[in-house]
């Protein structure tokens, strides 16, 4: 079996590891990843931090878009994949109404195709959600410690304060 390749920007070597179990179609990961983007960018640009992204594909109806959106991404382009997502977060309201919306904004919009390793990296991140006992998104980890912030909740700007104390406290 090949090594599976997360979502991942930031140094390898960084005293920070943040793993963020998102998906795309869940309105209160958009939230958490706006507050993410912008707090984390200057650290991860300092190497201060690595920034891990894994899309938890849930059963739930609407979540069921967000797997099928993330079916198109190409991880070996972390850059490119990280400015489709920050517009599949924008557009959020638009390609969760159905099926063909999303993978019509995927094809056509975007001219994204499946990608060949989407379902093995699907089952291993199931298998950790599982094993690590992860329920629901947006799940965080800060160095392998649960990031405490209220998803249904917290504003952007709430989790963005929240997440510059945790690191701080680093």
């Known amino acids: 079996m090949t090594e599976i390749q997360h979502l991942t920007v930031g140094s390898k070597d960084a005293n920070i590891t943040i793993e963020a179990f998102i998906n795309f179609a869940c309105p209160y990961c958009l939230n958490y990843f706006a507050a993410a983007d912008e707090v ?3 650290y991860i640009n300092e190497n201060k931090v690595q920034y891990i992204v894994k899309h938890f594909d849930k059963t739930k109806q609407r979540l069921l878009k967000g797997t099928v959106a993330n079916i198109y991404l190409d991880y ?3 850059e490119e994949t990280f400015k489709i997502i920050r517009y599949l977060y924008e557009t959020q309201d638009e390609w969760t109404l159905n099926f063909e919306t999303i993978e019509r904004k995927m094809e056509h919009e975007l001219g994204l195709s499946p990608q060949k390793n989407a379902d093995d990296r699907s089952l291993a991140i199931m298998q950790e959600t599982f094993e690590r006992g992860i329920k629901g998104v947006p799940t965080v980890f800060i160095n392998d410690e649960k990031f405490e912030f209220n998803p249904v909740e ?4 709430t989790i963005q304060e929240k997440l ?3 690191l701080e406290s680093i």
């Open 164 to 166: 510059r104390n945790a």
């Open 76 to 78: 070996d382009d972390p």
């Open 40 to 42: 984390l960018e200057p």
């Open 154 to 157: 917290d504003d952007k700007e």
